[in-house]
């Protein structure tokens, strides 16, 4: 179901509030009166159902909101009509074209003009366009500029969620226009134009609340038309490699995203050193900025030169050795795997906190060493790795590491030898429920609730160790069973019951096992007297026999 149960729920209450409905090929449109009247449109995508898109608020972060639901089981409701409804909808579409062909020019345009004496919206798209294609650039460059205000939308000097999405159709009309401009033989103004768009919608992003992205759309729209105005004006080669150098690295890239090797065919061969050179030069101005790493990073890959890839990751290295797996694997993938061990093991050595250590470099490293038939250096590193962290995943990992070593036993005493003299030194409650975990992975039960009772274990671990153990400690298994329940009966809801039934059954097996049914049978007794309010527990406990 494409609806959450609570759309659909809600669009039931909806049905009647349908109207409008107009059929295509493939689409469906409509009018629905909630809050406010929303334009709703549905797309059939045959086998697959329905998609479709609503402007109302909760429609516009992409979900399959009620008015989408009432519209859709409307359509449902008549299928069978649709066909003809479909059928008239082409009718009028080729009625309104014959019509139109029939007008001559003057009665066009009168009909054009009085529709943009009524829309200022289409006016204004045709003032635009006519600018563009008259080549009055300096109208084309005001219309742009009023065009990317936000003034007509902002209250307060801010774009709400609520117009953002009209302010970036208004600010797409721009990115039109400037496209017009190419095709009417003004490339070349298509271009300083398209850059100075950039630069405002960049200030303009600031001050919208762009969370569906149509700014980000907008941006790269603006991309696209910028690219291919150089395509047909070709510019010079160097001075479009500084701008693009420039804009890269400058504040104004995040809305547009532009990747300077989709101009390589229009920089050339003598472009692209320039391009190459100033990006050199920047990053090595500053070898830690973002911007200057990442462009340095993809025209070295697009060049091939695994070395210069290498050297933009080793100027700016991670403390937790995140970086050299990175170099490590761009090694090996250039088939340079001897190189790519010893940065891996750089980064393990230089790590200020083995603890802190990206474990994925941990688990990299292990791997090669697992490779390389070095199976006691991947022992080593597991054991280090653990001391530092004394977590139940890096005990897991130090356990086959040395079973693939064949020396677990050792290793696992040293292990276990640690972590009880970190409980015993912090008082339990820091290693102690790590020490339970450890043994009860290793199905090591006796000794985890010993540890348990002398070093301390959460009521998770109690609960598991009661689960494992009742069969041969039923005593002990019924203790816990019964403290971890106390609390439960003064709490509501499912949840709790199904989790308070659960304990009771580990009740009942406990005094079965002890040969006190009668025991267990009064405590049933008083607790249906004590809850007998909760009659989805009373429920829930007879359809488990309780």
Sequence with gaps: MMAGPRSFERGLGYLDAVSGVEVGDGWVTATVHG???????????????????????????????????????????????????????????????????????????????????????????????????????????????????????????????????AYADQAGQAVSAIGALTGSGRAADAITVAREAMRLLAEAVESV?????????????????????????????????????????????????????????????????????????????????WAEKYLMERLAKAGGDVDAVIAVHAADLAANGHTHLVIARELDSAGRSDEALRWAERGIREARDLGAVDTALVDDLCE???????????????????????????????????????????????????????????????????????????????????????????????????????ATRPADALGVYLRLAAPLMQQTGNAVYEQFVSLLLGIRDCHHRLGTPDEFSAYVTALRTTQKRKRNLIRLMEQHGL
Aim: hydrophobic share 40%; net charge negative.
């Design 35 to 165: 809050t406010e009247r929303y334009e709703v449109e549905l797309t059939l995508d045959g086998a697959d159902g329905f998609g479709g898109e609503c402007d109302c608020p909760y429609g516009l972060e992409g979900n399959f909101c009620k008015h989408l639901v009432a519209l859709g089981l409307t359509v449902i409701a008549q299928s069978a009509s649709l066909p003809r409804q479909r059928e008239a909808a082409r009718t009028r579409v080729r009625d309104l074209d014959v019509w139109l062909s029939g007008l001559s020019k003057d009665e066009l345009l009168g009909l054009v003009r009085e529709q943009v004496d009524e829309d200022r919206q289409l006016r204004r798209r045709l003032e635009l366009r006519a600018a563009s294609v008259r080549g009055d650039l300096a109208a084309v460059r005001a219309r742009i500029r009023e065009l990317f205000d936000i003034g007509p939308f902002a209250q307060y000097g801010y774009v709400a969620y609520s117009d953002a999405r």
């Design 368 to 470: 090669r060493y697992a490779q390389a038939a070095r199976l006691p250096d991947a022992v080593s590193l597991r054991r280090d790795h653990f001391g530092a962290r004394r977590s139940l995943l890096a005990y897991q990992q130090l356990r086959a590491a040395a079973r693939a070593a064949d020396c677990w036993p050792a290793e696992r005493a040293r292990a276990l030898a640690l972590l009880s003299e970190d409980a015993g030194r912090r008082g339990g409650w820091y290693g102690g429920p790590v020490l339970v975990d450890a043994l009860l992975d290793d199905e090591d039960v006796e000794a985890a609730w010993q540890a348990a009772t002398e070093a301390g274990a959460h009521d998770r671990q109690w609960l598991t160790l009661a689960e494992q153990a009742r």
């Design 209 to 289: 609340d762009d969370s569906d992205g149509g700014l980000g759309q907008v941006g790269a729209a603006l991309a696209d038309v910028h690219l291919g105005a150089c395509r047909v004006a070709r510019p010079d080669p160097e001075e479009l490699a500084r701008w693009l150098v420039g804009h890269v690295l400058g504040e104004f890239d995040g809305v547009t995203d532009i990747d300077p090797l989709d101009y390589a065919d229009v920089l050339g061969e003598g472009g692209m050193t320039v391009l190459r050179e100033l990006a050199t030069r920047a990053w090595r101005r500053k070898r830690t900025g």
